[in-house]
């Protein structure tokens, strides 16, 4: 009897490796499986654009991957009552709020923003402020003039708009965003925070991001908030909190899905690429700003410093570190 308890012990303890394998292996082909199903279905809710047209005019192609990332002002989509929870007005215009830069290679990732009011040439249009090409040609006319003006061949191209933004971040939850002394308390833009960090719903981070006429640095204050709100959403959605759990993940990805459009040659494999490079910047900058001035027809501008916007410039081309000047 003895024995026959030893040899059965001894087989149970051999099938018990073999047990852990198989249910390994079912929870893995379950993962594959699961990760499969959203990317397909992912992929298949991406709303797309063609934003760079044709190739003819365009800079050489660089070094690196360049990304042009714009938050539209569109009201279409909201309710008169959403617009005025939202403090952004009944303005029936198309303009870009924010555009930013984000390159990635061998250096980098580097997130670089262009002030809304950079006075730029406009392809066809004269000189004008760079958030007006959307509102005069779409985004082909925005990525065709970020190109002129900065002589960088874009590679891929995302678009979200105001409501977009506010369905991201409460997708998450909200995000944990720091204040600078002083707060920040914006009549227009509904903004109302006092100095430090704290927890931001939807509606609140887009007020955070929009302000600027409280701010004594006005747009250039306004694209570093940009930058800072950027840089909390992708930390909090490339967490295990979010990517983890599907209760998490897929609300998120519908959001984000629903709210954000892409150039034809990108997918979700680039976005989630674009999305990594977001948590993990090296640097963020400005594009160097020689000073502001009033244009007739156009009003209040931001005329770049060329010389040193240029050294930014190349460094992106080449794929090298951008500058240490004072772009932040």
């Not at 959403?233 to 709210?259: C, D, Q, T, Y």
């Amino acid at each position: 009897m003895a024995g026959t308890r030893r040899r059965t012990g001894a087989a149970r303890r051999r099938r018990l490796p073999r047990r852990v394998l198989v249910t390994l292996l079912l929870v893995l082909v379950v993962l594959l499986g699961y990760g499969t199903g959203l990317y397909f279905w992912a992929d298949s809710k991406l709303r797309t654009t063609d934003a760079f047209g044709a190739d003819a005019g365009r800079p050489a192609a660089g070094s690196g991957t360049d990304w042009l990332l714009v938050g539209s002002d569109s009201r279409a989509a909201l309710s008169p009552e959403q617009r005025k929870e939202l403090h952004v007005g009944n303005d029936g215009g198309l303009n870009t709020d924010t555009i930013m830069l984000l390159h990635h290679g061998a250096t980098g990732p580097y997130l670089i923003s262009i002030p809304r009011d950079s006075y730029v040439p406009i392809p066809g249009h004269g000189r004008g402020k760079i958030n007006s090409a959307y509102a005069l040609g779409g985004a082909e006319l925005l990525t065709r003039t970020v190109e002129q003006a900065t002589g960088l061949r874009l590679d891929h191209y995302a678009e979200i708009n105001f409501l977009g933004l506010v369905d991201v971040v409460d997708s998450l939850g909200g995000v944990r965003v720091c204040v600078p002394r002083g707060g920040l308390h914006d009549e227009k833009s509904g903004a109302d925070f006092d100095a430090g960090c704290q927890h931001m719903t939807g509606v609140q981070a887009l007020r955070f991001a929009r302000a600027r006429y409280s701010d004594p640095r006005g747009d250039l204050g306004r694209v570093e908030r940009e930058r800072r709100l950027v840089d909390a959403i992708a930390h909090k959605a490339l967490g295990p909190a979010v990517l983890l759990p599907p209760w998490r993940l897929v609300p998120f990805l519908r959001a984000s899905l629903g709210a954000i459009t892409v150039d034809t040659g990108s997918g979700v494999g680039a976005l989630a690429v674009m999305g990594r490079d977001m948590s993990s910047l090296d640097r963020t900058a400005t594009v160097p700003v020689a000073g502001e001035s009033y244009v007739y027809g156009a009003g209040d501008v931001v005329e770049w410093d060329r010389s040193k916007a240029e050294r930014l410039f190349a460094a992106l081309r080449e794929d090298t570190a951008i500058p240490t000047f004072d772009t932040n």
